[in-house]
């Protein structure tokens, strides 16, 4: 490797430089849908309320995230970013922050595991004061180390964390003064490190604000999801079957946009409440047994794994298509149908064929994120009230750090109310406001009839 090529390394790896115009153009076309993030970042200029914080981050590199990276630099943050998964990175946006914004940026579509973990190395590099993640992989690593447990590393992180003293070690921990996450499973895994007490900073939960989850899981998840597997497959939607496994914010949403493009759906769950809705909502609930020889589609969003296993797999039509828009790529047991089916062939871009008993199954984007890998992810409108609730985070990680312990935490609802206002207000909706009558009767207990 030449001395140039090193250096670059050590600031930023990406495909290629010279997608930068294309990445600023489509960033700049994000930004137009995000007018609560927009005006965040006017305020962020004049205040600067990050500076001389670094921040590292590990999310899905879009062109909504470039527009939060830019907010949180103009707060004063010095940013690195890295990917939150290896088939989401858009090449030309992270061209477009590196070269407009001197972003470090670490990440490549379709890097491999090791170059995976090897950007994930150079967020924590960075030495942040503050991390941001989109499924706990930051924080994660981060507490592997304050564990000492470095087998449970992936090899590049081990490799250079064996190099740090032990001082250096802790010094790395200790200067993370908290954190932000994306992400339910993100929050699910940090939830349970707190509850095993072994946490060392305070984080925040932003897929727990209602102007994260309610919007961003269910319609941005429900139109995106169909919009990969649309882009992946050409599949007429209109009149197929399809299973959707989870109920959740994200299931509910994807079920509501294949019924409307036409789908008969069905869906599985294991949450007793969540299977009373579906149902009620007109869906068809079933265990998962009974709808593998019935679905045309399969789609996953739970957070779980091993939801469509090999005994599912066996039962299926010829055809059948499996999809998975769920964080992590576990839901699928792709290692299960490794061991008995044959494959994979690859048949298109993001389509690859198995064969087994017989059968062709056709697996989507490895089981990996379909939205992200095979679209663009979610609409930049849903993504304004998410990446705002992100930069109000990290302001209010640097203001409060101090005083929070060491658990999950939530953004004030005053916050999460106020990002609902700016964004009805940009939308142009108008609402009522209590009189003081009203005020007065939603206080009091001696009012009847
Ligand atoms: N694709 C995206 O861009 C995107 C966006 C947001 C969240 N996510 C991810 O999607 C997943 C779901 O998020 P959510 O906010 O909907 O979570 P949620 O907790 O609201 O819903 C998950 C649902 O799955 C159900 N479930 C769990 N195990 C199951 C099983 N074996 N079979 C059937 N159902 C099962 C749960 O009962 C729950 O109702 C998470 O991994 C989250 O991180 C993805």
Redesign the pocket.
């Known amino acids: 490797m030449s001395e140039t090529a090193t250096r670059t390394k050590a600031t930023n790896d990406i495909k290629d430089i010279r997608l930068a115009d294309e990445g600023r153009r489509r960033t700049e076309w994000a930004e137009r849908s995000m007018p609560v993030l927009r005006q965040l970042r006017e305020r962020f200029a004049r205040e600067r309320p990050l500076v001389g914080k670094r921040l590292a981050a590990c999310l899905h590199v879009t062109t909504e995230t470039a527009n939060l990276a830019v907010t949180l630099q103009a707060g004063g943050a010095d940013v690195a970013l890295c990917a939150s998964n290896p088939l989401s990175t858009q090449d030309d946006v992270a061209a477009h922050l590196v070269k407009d914004h001197g972003i470090k940026v670490f990440a490549i579509k379709g890097e491999d595991h090791a170059t995976y973990y090897e950007h994930i190395r150079a967020a924590l590099a960075h030495r942040p004061d503050i991390t941001m993640d989109d499924g706990a992989d930051l924080v994660g690593a981060l507490h592997m180390i304050a564990l000492n447990r470095l087998d449970d590393l992936a090899p590049p992180v081990r490799k250079w964390v064996e190099t740090l003293s032990t001082a250096d070690r802790k010094a790395l921990v200790a200067g993370v003064i908290g954190s932000t996450e994306e992400?339910?499973?993100g929050v699910i895994r940090l939830k349970a490190m707190a509850k095993d007490g072994v946490l060392q900073f305070p984080v925040i939960a932003v897929n727990d604000s209602q102007t994260k989850?309610l919007f961003?899981?269910r319609y941005?998840?429900g139109q995106?999801?169909l919009d990969g597997i649309i882009r992946a497959t050409n599949l007429l939607i209109a009149g197929s079957a399809v299973v959707v496994?989870?109920?959740?914010?994200?299931?509910r949403g994807f079920a509501m946009r294949a019924r409307g493009a036409g789908a008969n759906v069905l869906v599985?769950?294991?949450?007793p409440m969540?299977a009373l809705e579906a149902q009620m909502d007109g869906y068809r609930v079933v265990p998962?047994e009974d709808a593998a020889p019935v679905g045309d589609l399969f789609v996953t969003?739970?957070?779980?794994v091993e939801?469509i296993r090999v005994e599912h797999m066996r039962a299926m039509k010829d055809g059948a298509i499996l999809a998975n828009?769920?964080?992590f790529n576990v839901e699928i047991d792709l290692e299960g149908l490794k061991k008995v089916g044959e494959g994979p062939k690859p048949v298109r871009e993001f389509v690859e064929e198995w064969r087994l008993a017989g059968k062709r199954l056709f697996v989507l984007a490895d089981g990996r994120?379909i939205?992200?890998a095979a679209a663009e992810?979610?609409p930049a409108s849903v993504m304004d009230m998410s990446f705002a609730n992100q930069a109000l985070a990290a302001e209010y990680v640097v203001n409060n750090a101090k005083k929070l312990s060491k658990d999950v935490h939530r953004i004030p609802v005053e916050l999460d109310q106020e990002i609902a206002r700016l964004k009805l207000q940009a939308m142009g909706v108008a609402i009522d406001t209590l009189t003081p009558a009203q005020r007065k009767y939603l206080a009091s207990w001696d009012m009847g009839t």
Do not use: F
Not at 245 to 250: L, P
């Open positions: 992400t339910t499973t989850h961003d899981n941005g998840t995106s999801t496994a989870g109920y959740g914010w994200c299931g599985t769950e294991i949450d969540k998962m969003l739970t957070g779980n939801v828009s769920g964080h994120l939205n992200l992810g979610h």
